[in-house]
């Protein structure tokens, strides 16, 4: 069976330091990817999604970057955060051809 | 047992007709989501709800706090509205509980 890794669950950073989230998925291939973004008291919001091994496609502008180095590995990234990139970060996946998506189980990040 | 239950989890209907998608949650909430996901995978928030009920175009969610309970409904259903519909809850650590989605196609 398929299975989402999305770590760390919750991170406290300071502003200007470095971010890196990891999404791992198990047990399908070529998967769609996604990062998701809720701010406190908003809707999920879509930010990157891929198709492929290094295809980004970016939804917003943001102090954000995602990478796809594996086929089932999802990085977002930032080089130096600021406080309005806390909130809660969920990674999904979907099957090329499927309608349903699978969520990690979220990183709470709160920049201070 | 999940702590979000959907039902149904696949609905077909015609088009025109009424639809109702059901999702109850065991946890203490302090909000209540329904998502919609699109061919493709995109996501898009429909309702963040924590009481009564919200309205936008055709669409209708509605929740019950005592019950614990919530639906989402759609008049006068269309071909374009097909899609998974994802129930999620935030619980008062804001952590999130996703239901498994409810994939709904509507028929010409």
């Known amino acids: 069976s398929q299975t989402i890794h999305q770590w760390p669950a919750t991170l406290v950073q300071p502003v200007g330091s470095p971010l890196s989230l990891e999404c791992t998925v198990e047990g399908t291939s070529n998967p769609n990817l996604y990062w998701y973004r809720q701010a406190a008291g908003r809707g999920l919001q879509l930010l990157f999604y891929?198709?492929?091994?290094?295809?980004i496609s970016s939804e917003v502008p943001q102090n954000l970057s995602a990478s796809r180095p594996q086929d089932r590995q999802f990085i977002l990234s930032s080089k130096k955060l600021l406080l309005s990139d806390s909130g809660f970060y969920l990674c999904a996946w979907s099957a090329q051809m499927n309608t349903e998506a699978f969520f990690g189980q979220g990183t709470r990040l709160t920049v201070v | 047992k999940n702590e979000v239950e959907q039902s149904p989890q696949n609905l077909t209907a015609q088009e025109g007709e009424f639809i109702t998608i059901n999702c109850s949650y065991s946890?203490?909430?302090?909000?209540l989501h329904w998502l919609q996901q699109h061919p493709g995978g995109g996501i898009v928030s429909l309702f963040m709800?924590?009481?009564g009920k919200k309205k936008h175009g055709r669409l209708i969610a509605t929740i019950n706090i005592q019950e614990k309970h919530s639906s989402l409904h759609i008049t006068a259903s269309h071909p374009r509205d097909s899609a998974v519909y994802i129930c999620a809850v935030s619980d008062t650590g804001n952590q999130f509980y996703f239901g498994t989605g409810t994939s709904l196609t509507v028929i010409p």
């Open positions: 946890v203490g909430i302090s909000a």
């Open positions: 891929s198709v492929g091994i290094g295809q």
């Open positions: 709800l924590s009481s």
